[in-house]
């Protein structure tokens, strides 16, 4: 008999897999049909969100820049993003296939031979961070080279399956980014993207926890360990408090530290007090009352993007060093900003980056 690469692939997964191949994807698209299915591989969503606050970190660094070798480097952020979500889904895909949210993504689904999710996520690991450290600089690349080796290695392969607290330590990766524009920007890591990495950090669980109370089924049918599963929605809900609670103050400080201004300080208390008003709600509510997760869950995508863009046009507003046109070199600084970018020269600045 002869054995087809889409029946191999079938042979070589695990039987708890339970992938059931329908006769329709019994050959696979062609290359060019299958271009949305290696697009979603990326997780364009989660991908979206890494570059806009890299893009943040990149443009409150201290020094003027110059667009293409930024534009270079979110470019190469966002193709080590994608390369990480290839990879998740490659190594997650018996996982995937048991759960209702996750079903329907292009490997439990035939579009995309496990082999092939793995080939493209390293071939996009490699060129990201070869692209990132020839054309931009070193240290930028070796962060995002962590970032990407921690949320596979660290997070998915280990984490993910062992300890309730994935969310939390693997939380880590996802905070990477502003810290890696910033490096970008200047060859160095600061102090004002490391407050960027600790808001992102301590949003991570609220975030996650409030979508998996609606999903603790699924994860406990694929034996994931999530913290709904293993400690109880009461549990649960109470460290998402607590943990929102933390994330208050923490996304005050770059308004209280002098390096953001009103616009950033009032959005962030109100978002905050939002954040908080959801998240006791969602202590108080039933267990059959599934809108006060959701409510969360959503309401936390908005509040990173709403605080993120507030400080972008807060740190704007108060004459700090920003590109004066998405399309035009240099831009204006400070006076303080022009000392700290000319003590922390790094290999972009022969452009004015």
Known sequence: MEITPVLFWRLRLPSRVGFALSSHTAYLPTESRRLPDFLTLMKPRVMLLAVFTALVGLMIAPGDRDPLLGSIALLAIAAGAGAAGVLNMWYDADIDAVMARTAMRPIPRGRVLRVEALVFGLVLTGSAVAVLALAVNPKAAALLAFAIFFYVVVYTVWLKRHTPQNIVIGGAAGALPPVIGWAAATGEIGFEPIILFLIIFLWTPPHFW????????????????????????????????????????????????????????????????????????????????????????????????????????????????????????????????????????????????
């Open 210 to 353: 409030a979508l998996s109370l609606n999903r603790s089924d699924e994860y406990a049918r694929a034996g994931v360990p999530m913290l709904p599963v293993v400690a109880g929605r009461a549990a649960t809900t109470r460290q998402i408090l607590i943990y929102s609670a933390l994330l208050v103050p923490s996304s005050v400080l770059p308004w209280a530290l002098g390096f953001a201004g009103t616009i950033y300080g009032v959005t962030a208390l109100i978002c905050g007090a939002i954040l908080i008003v959801l998240a006791r709600q969602l202590i108080r509510s039933s267990e059959a009352d599934r809108g006060a997760a959701h409510r969360l869950f959503a309401f936390s995508i908005l509040y990173l993007f709403v605080l993120f863009a507030a400080l972008l046009a807060s740190h704007g507003s108060n004459g700090s060093n920003l590109w004066s046109s998405p399309f035009s070199v240099g831009g204006t600084s400070t006076a303080a900003g022009t000392a700290q970018a000319e003590s922390r020269a790094g290999p972009l600045r022969t452009a004015q980056f």
